[in-house]
């Protein structure tokens, strides 16, 4: 393949390559995308660019980074992306070698996930049912915070699940995921209902529609007017912030992915095992799950003490002697 002439085709032709053969998520390109173009603008600031930067002109980058502020995260996030765009140039012949393989990163801050007590999203639950300017969006708004919560889903997946996934009074959910896999995530008793009425509500307005207008129905469980045609994740984002201000609890700490969160923690409280929790979730690797372990109360230790067979006879010292 010819060398692209410009860091716009350097760009572009490395994103189709990632969405072609590894079947990155749309919202993993356009982050590789904006962190691509912030380095290419770096470097032709400099008279540099991706088929001339050295190691030392790349690290200088990643240093005028830190001097910006930019957090931890960030920073090695567009390392990450650096690397392979390199290591795809270096494969395709673009360039001699790949000035990106001994660069090491901040790295990410071992931060634990934050969550909702099961009291809190009880009471966004309760407030949910009271917000929306009309009794279709409450029934939708009710159901969207169901669904996070007794599935786990990402936000991503949830307003862009078909309605088709959600006919027949389902148990399970069929959800594809990040690299197109499929799983099947159970619903809860207030789920469903929750899901029959919005249905229930969404199909008589769509026929409404279409015989008012000629609309085309929605293949989409959450339909919108926008170009995706289905509910963005910021609109979800803000019904959650306002179900947040009903509820009474601080709408910063409410978030889609603080439920996904929740409903890991909350069932790792219940006495889930990791591998099921790995499954629901969509984990490629049980060490993405395992960080649950760190937000549990101390009663899942006790529980380890005072019943796994080994307990009392390899560490009698930290037997219990209390109640909670």
């Known amino acids: 393949m010819a060398v692209p002439a410009d860091a716009a085709r350097w760009i572009s032709t490395f994103l189709e390559a990632q969405a072609a053969e590894l079947n990155a998520a749309r ?42 502020g930019l957090a931890r995260a960030t920073r090695a996030r567009r390392l990450s992306s650096l690397r392979q765009l390199f290591r795809f140039a270096y494969d395709e012949g673009w360039r001699p070698d790949n000035p990106a393989l001994r660069l090491t990163g901040p790295g990410r801050a071992a931060r634990l996930p934050k969550t909702l007590a099961q009291d809190q999203v009880g009471a966004l639950l309760s407030a ?26 990402r936000v991503s997946e949830l307003v862009g699940l078909p309605v088709q996934a959600a006919r027949g009074d389902p148990a399970m959910l069929l959800v594809r995921g ?63 912030k306002s179900i947040a201000v009903q509820a009474g609890v601080d709408p910063a700490a409410v978030t889609p992915h603080r439920l996904r969160h929740a409903f890991a923690t909350h069932l790792l409280q219940g006495g889930a095992d990791l591998r099921s929790i790995q499954t629901l979730l969509g984990h490629a690797d049980i060490a993405t799950t395992e960080i649950y372990t760190h937000v549990l109360d101390g009663h899942l230790r006790d529980l380890v003490l005072d019943h796994h067979p080994l307990a009392k006879t390899a560490i009698p010292s930290r037997r219990r002697t209390g109640g909670d």
């Open 27 to 68: 919202n993993t390109l356009l982050a590789y995308g904006r962190d691509l173009k912030d380095a290419a603008d770096w470097l032709d600031r400099r008279g540099q660019s991706f088929a001339t930067a050295s190691q030392s002109q790349i690290e200088d980058y990643l240093v005028d980074c830190d001097a910006q």
């Open 128 to 153: 949910a049912v009271a917000v929306g300017r009309s009794g279709g969006d409450r029934l939708r708004n009710l159901c969207l915070l169901e669904l996070l919560y007794a599935t786990g889903m």
């Open 178 to 240: 990040k690299g197109d896999k499929e799983r099947l995530v159970p619903l809860s008793r207030p789920a469903r209902a929750a899901l029959a009425a919005w249905l229930a509500h969404r199909d008589r307005a769509e026929e409404e529609a279409r015989l008012a207008r000629r609309v085309t129905p929605s293949r989409f469980l959450f339909p919108a007017g926008g170009a995706e045609g289905h509910l963005s994740r910021q609109i979800a984002h803000r019904i959650l």
